[in-house]
């Protein structure tokens, strides 16, 4: 069994930054992309960004030029820089690792923007 801890959030003004961590209890085998996911208030979860196994990266449109996705495969984590944050951008987020044994999530980690 693999455990995915995220950690990282907070509390934080509008245009502020933060950077996420998802770190995972060991490496996992076969693994595709990693991604963040967020779920906002009301909201159902929705994408963030990937990055693939190969380095390849993708943003939400809302996300692209304010977030960066990386990872530190000896470290068996992942990360999430955000910045110019807005309040839209409040939620809980997930990290989320796609292998091709399936699929694992973190418990996620809350941002609150906020003035």
């Known amino acids: 069994q693999v455990a995915l801890v995220e950690s990282g959030g907070g509390l934080v003004q509008p245009g502020g930054s933060l950077t996420l961590a998802c770190q995972a209890s060991?490496?996992?085998?076969?693994?595709?992309?990693m991604s963040w996911y967020r779920q906002g208030p009301g909201n159902q979860r929705a994408w963030v960004a990937t990055i693939t196994i190969d380095g390849s990266t993708n943003y939400a449109n809302s996300m692209k030029g304010r977030f960066i996705i990386s990872s530190d495969n000896a470290k068996n984590t992942l990360y999430l820089q955000m910045d110019s944050l807005k309040p839209e951008d409040t939620g809980v987020y997930y990290c989320?690792?796609?292998?091709?044994?399936?699929?694992?999530w973190g418990q996620g980690t809350q941002v609150t923007v906020s003035s």
């Open positions: 060991r490496r996992i085998e076969s693994t595709v992309a």
């Open positions: 989320n690792i796609q292998s091709r044994f399936g699929d694992y």
